[in-house]
């Protein structure tokens, strides 16, 4: 009996620090989280996850309220624009973009920012060393890391959408035409996680970063030469490129492949997309770095010319369910990016 009543103690024992390890982690988890103000209402959120040694490689996580125990939500990732070379001025510039994070946090959704390393430290040149633009890496990296978190916040790994403007959207859209950077055998627990998403969003996006193409897409005579963004992404001087357009095609004829998320554009792809433009830049012929032009490329492939001329597919060809709008306000933008993102997740959801 003596035996019989020390083995009960000794269960009971085990079972009240289980138990107490248990609320201890969950009381730990609620604690890691800050309260945050979004557009003047308080959300959980988790500030400056790491997702790789350099400073500029953090994420910011924000979580809706009234959330139900035991329910996943689908997250929607920001990543903010700039040319490649600018860092956001702080992560909460994002909140009130084209992708603001009260309206998918009201919605249910959880939202997450991301900050990558710049092209003014990284310029790209394809090479054994770097195989892909740091920005693009840094992209997929960071969606690795959100799905290696998931399930200590309660979201779903299969729930995922991204976007983002201008460089921020071609971050996004080469994570998604990309072929999958997952290592399942890595001893890096974030490289065994997928870097594909199926829901994305693109506003002011250019589709192709092939500086050649894009000044032929673009046909105006104030566009002869790569702006800023594109010179500095392979390591040019602004004016370096016009003084010798050959030469530096040549050397950088592979890097402008790996970048432009057109390249990795086939018949495997599995997703979803909104591409968005708006109306202030002035419309086709424009000249503008943001112009529809691209939107357009990407869906349908026009200018037919040109799409020959360098090898493109496009969605239309591939029938790849896409929307496209050439001249929308601002207004008009964030409505369009949410209602598309919030269709797509349900329907993914279903599948």
Same mark, same amino acid.
């Given at each position: 009996?003596?035996?019989?009543?020390?083995?009960?103690?000794?269960?009971?024992?085990?079972?009240?620090?289980?138990?107490?390890?248990?609320?201890?982690?969950?009381?730990?988890?609620?604690?890691?989280?800050?309260?945050?103000?979004?557009?003047?209402?308080?959300?959980?959120?988790?500030?400056?996850?790491?997702?790789?040694?350099?400073?500029?490689?953090?994420?910011?996580?924000?979580?809706?309220?009234?959330?139900?125990?035991?329910?996943?939500?689908?997250?929607?990732?920001?990543?903010?624009?700039?040319?490649?070379?600018?860092?956001?001025?702080?992560?909460?510039?994002?909140?009130?973009?084209?992708?603001?994070?009260?309206?998918?946090?009201?919605?249910?959704?959880?939202?997450?920012?991301?900050?990558?390393?710049?092209?003014?430290?990284?310029?790209?040149?394809?090479?054994?060393?770097?195989?892909?633009?740091?920005?693009?890496?840094?992209?997929?990296?960071?969606?690795?890391?959100?799905?290696?978190?998931?399930?200590?916040?309660?979201?779903?790994?299969?729930?995922?959408?991204?976007?983002?403007?201008?460089?921020?959207?071609?971050?996004?859209?080469?994570?998604?035409?990309?072929?999958?950077?997952?290592?399942?055998?890595?001893?890096?627990?974030?490289?065994?996680?997928?870097?594909?998403?199926?829901?994305?969003?693109?506003?002011?996006?250019?589709?192709?970063?092939?500086?050649?193409?894009? $000044?032929?897409? &673009? +046909?105006?005579? !104030?566009?002869? %030469?790569?702006?800023?963004?594109? *010179?500095?992404?392979? @390591?040019?001087?602004?004016?370096?490129?016009?003084?010798?357009?050959?030469?530096?095609?040549?050397?950088?004829?592979?890097?402008?492949?790996?970048?432009?998320? $057109?390249?990795? &554009? +086939?018949?495997? !792809?599995?997703? %979803?997309?909104?591409?968005?433009? *708006?109306?202030?830049? @002035?419309?086709?012929?424009?000249?503008?770095?943001?112009?529809?032009?691209?939107?357009?490329?990407?869906?349908?492939?026009?200018?037919?010319?040109?799409?020959?001329?360098?090898?493109?597919?496009?969605?239309?060809?591939?029938?790849?369910?896409?929307?496209?709008?050439?001249?929308?306000?601002?207004?008009?933008?964030?409505?369009?990016?949410?209602?598309?993102?919030?269709?797509?997740?349900?329907?993914?959801?279903?599948?």
């Amino acid at each position: 009996m003596k035996n019989l009543i020390k083995l009960v103690s000794v269960v009971l024992c085990n079972l009240i620090i289980v138990l107490v390890s248990v609320l201890f982690a969950l009381d730990s988890q609620a604690q890691s989280y800050q309260q945050c103000k979004v557009q003047g209402k308080n959300f959980r959120c988790l500030k400056n996850i790491s997702y790789g040694s350099h400073a500029l490689q953090k994420i910011d996580l924000y979580l809706p309220n009234n959330v139900q125990a035991g329910i996943k939500m689908p997250l929607v990732i920001y990543i903010h624009g700039g040319g490649y070379y600018m860092e956001q001025v702080n992560r909460n510039s994002g909140i009130k973009g084209t992708m603001p994070a009260r309206k998918y946090l009201d919605d249910g959704m959880a939202w997450a920012t991301i900050d990558y390393r710049l092209s003014g430290e990284f310029p790209f040149r394809k090479s054994n060393s770097m195989p892909y633009p740091v920005q693009m890496a840094d992209g997929a990296r960071a969606i690795q890391k959100l799905r290696q978190i998931a399930s200590t916040h309660s979201l779903d790994k299969n729930k995922f959408a991204v976007g983002g403007s201008s460089a921020g959207g071609g971050i996004s859209a080469w994570t998604v035409m990309h072929d999958d950077l997952k290592k399942a055998n890595s001893s890096d627990p974030v490289q065994r996680e997928s870097s594909k998403v199926r829901c994305l969003g693109l506003v002011n996006t250019q589709t192709t970063l092939n500086i050649p193409e894009v $000044i032929d897409l &673009l +046909d105006h005579p !104030d566009m002869q %030469e790569p702006d800023e963004g594109l *010179s500095y992404l392979y @390591g040019l001087k602004l004016g370096q490129w016009a003084r010798a357009p050959k030469y530096w095609n040549r050397v950088l004829a592979a890097s402008y492949l790996e970048a432009s998320p $057109i390249s990795h &554009l +086939d018949a495997s !792809d599995d997703f %979803e997309v909104i591409m968005v433009h *708006s109306s202030s830049i @002035g419309g086709y012929g424009s000249g503008n770095i943001h112009g529809a032009e691209f939107g357009r490329y990407l869906s349908t492939g026009e200018p037919a010319n040109i799409a020959k001329d360098y090898g493109r597919t496009n969605l239309k060809k591939l029938g790849i369910k896409n929307q496209f709008y050439s001249s929308l306000d601002d207004s008009q933008m964030v409505d369009q990016v949410f209602g598309f993102l919030k269709t797509c997740l349900r329907h993914r959801m279903e599948k």
